[in-house]
C-alpha cells in the first residue's frame, strides 16, 4: 500500500535513508547529510508531495517524494525521486512507487516527469526508469563522484505524461 507520509514516517525513513545517502552512489545529497535537513529535504509540503510503500503491518518499506521540476513557466513538469530499504529491494516497491508518482503526476496536470541526476551506473534504476518508456535525453559527464567507480555520468531522463 501506498499513503501520504506524515512526520511520525520519518523514524522509519531515516535509518535507511541515512544508509543509501552515506554510501554516496545514488544521490546527489551531501554524504554527512544530517538527520534534520534530511527530513526537510525529503517531507515534501503541499502541493508537492512525499508518500510511504507500507507493508500489510504498516512497515515503511520505501518512499517517494513527487515534485514541480522548475518553477514559473516551467512549472509543468514534474519531477521525482525515490528510496527503497535496501532489505527491501527486489520485491517491485521501487516499481509501485514509480508508478503511484507518474499518476499523481498525470492528475495534477502534470505535462511530462523528468529526472535530472540519475547515475549512469545505477544500473536498477536507469532500468526501471527505461521500462516505464523514460529515455536518456543527455548525460553530463563526470557529472557524479562515485565512491569507488570514480566520475561517471549523470542521466537526464524524461517520459511525456
Not at 545517502?21 to 554524504?31: D, L
Not at 512525499?50 to 517517494?64: E, I, M, R, S, Y
Not at 514559473?72 to 529491494?89: E, F, L, Q, R
Request: glycine letters at 10%; aromatic letters at 12%; a neutral charge.
Amino acid at each position: 500500500m501506498i499513503r501520504e507520509a506524515i512526520a511520525a514516517d520519518w523514524p522509519a525513513i531515516w535509518p535507511f535513508f541515512h544508509k543509501i545517502v552515506a554510501a554516496g552512489e545514488t544521490f546527489t545529497y551531501p554524504i554527512d547529510l544530517g538527520e534534520e535537513q534530511g527530513r526537510d529535504w525529503w517531507l515534501l509540503s503541499a502541493p508537492n508531495r512525499t508518500v510511504v510503500a507500507v507493508d500489510d503491518a504498516g512497515a515503511v518499506l520505501g518512499t517517494a517524494k513527487m515534485n514541480n521540476n522548475s518553477w514559473g513557466n516551467g512549472s509543468h513538469i514534474a519531477s521525482a525521486s525515490y528510496m527503497v530499504d535496501p532489505a527491501n529491494s527486489g520485491r517491485g516497491i521501487g516499481r509501485a512507487l514509480c508508478e503511484y508518482t507518474l499518476e499523481w503526476a498525470r492528475a495534477a496536470g502534470f505535462r511530462a516527469m523528468q529526472f535530472n541526476a540519475v547515475v549512469e551506473t545505477n544500473a536498477h534504476a536507469v532500468k526501471l526508469y527505461r521500462s516505464l518508456g523514460f529515455d536518456v535525453l543527455g548525460t553530463l559527464p563526470e557529472g557524479f563522484r562515485h565512491p569507488s567507480k570514480g566520475y561517471v555520468g549523470l542521466h537526464i531522463m524524461h517520459r511525456a505524461l
